[in-house]
């Protein structure tokens, strides 16, 4: 089982920045990849970036030249650098971890409890 425990959500104006952490704890192990996903109200949850142990990522192209996913395996902690936001970036964003095939496929077997972003114009 492993458990994680999201920071770094707040508010802040269009043109700023915002890093997230995820911290993991448990079956450490079992963890290959992670993610972060977001879902705004009255929308699906969708990819934002995800890593690799090995470091190879993946970004949704609406974030892709702003935000920047990277990990700590000595720390088992994941981040995700948000610049230039957007308030169309405003949503709840949700770490998730699992085996390397989660990265692939999305389908992570862990997930944190979300974080509120929140971008004002």
């Known amino acids: 089982q492993v458990q994680l425990v999201e920071s770094g959500g707040g508010l802040v104006q269009a043109g700023g920045s915002l890093r997230l952490s995820c911290a993991a704890s448990?079956?450490?192990?079992?963890?290959?990849?992670m993610g972060w996903y977001r879902q705004a109200p009255g929308k699906q949850r969708e990819l934002v970036a995800a890593?690799?142990?090995?470091?190879?990522?993946k970004y949704a192209d609406s974030v892709k030249g702003r935000f920047t996913i990277s990990r700590d395996n000595a720390k088992n902690t994941a981040y995700l650098q948000m610049n230039s936001l957007k308030p169309d970036d405003t949503a709840v964003y949700y770490c998730a971890a699992g085996p390397v095939s989660a990265y692939y496929t999305g389908s992570y077997s862990s997930w944190g409890q979300g974080t509120q972003v929140t971008v004002s114009s």
């Open positions: 448990g079956s450490i192990p079992s963890i290959n990849a």
């Open positions: 890593i690799t142990s090995a470091r190879s990522t």
